[in-house]
Nanobody
Framework: QVQLVESGGGMVQVGGSLRLSCAAS????????MSWFRQVPGKEREFVAA????????QYADSVKGRFTISRDNAKNTLYLQMRSLNPEDTAVYYC?????????????????WGQGTTVTVSS
């Protein structure tokens, strides 16, 4: 079993920055690909970014490419999402997710482990 706990959400003005963290426990962290997803009420949970188990490969949704950076510290069992140039469309609950494999995926159905989410609100 894997436990994931997100933190770092909050309210920020347009153009601002936030860094989300996700602390993982219960499984060999470095063997798990990790991702960030986000969801707004009434919409499906959407892929934001992913990183492979060893951190060597990252992938981003087009909507965040160039503004968000996903990274991981396997020594600390922690996943990060650095968000810059935030806009109101980034307002959502952000979830971290873990796979049972080291290869990344953008499909939420490939992630059996999820955190409880952290809310990001971007105000104009």
């Amino acid at each position: 079993q894997v436990q994931l706990v997100e933190s770092g959400g909050g309210m920020v003005q347009v153009g601002g920055s936030l860094r989300l963290s996700c602390a993982a426990s219960g499984r060999t962290f470095s063997s798990s690909a990790m991702s960030w997803f986000r969801q707004v009420p009434g919409k499906e949970r959407e892929f934001v970014a992913a990183v492979t188990g060893n951190g060597g490969i990252t992938q981003y949704a087009d909507s965040v490419k160039g503004r968000f950076t996903i990274s991981r510290d396997n020594a600390k069992n922690t996943l990060y999402l650095q968000m810059r140039s935030l806009n109101p469309e980034d307002t959502a609950v952000y979830y971290c997710a873990a796979r049972q494999y080291s290869a990344w995926s953008s499909s939420r159905y490939d992630y059996p482990y999820w955190g409880q989410g952290t809310t990001v609100t971007v105000s104009s």
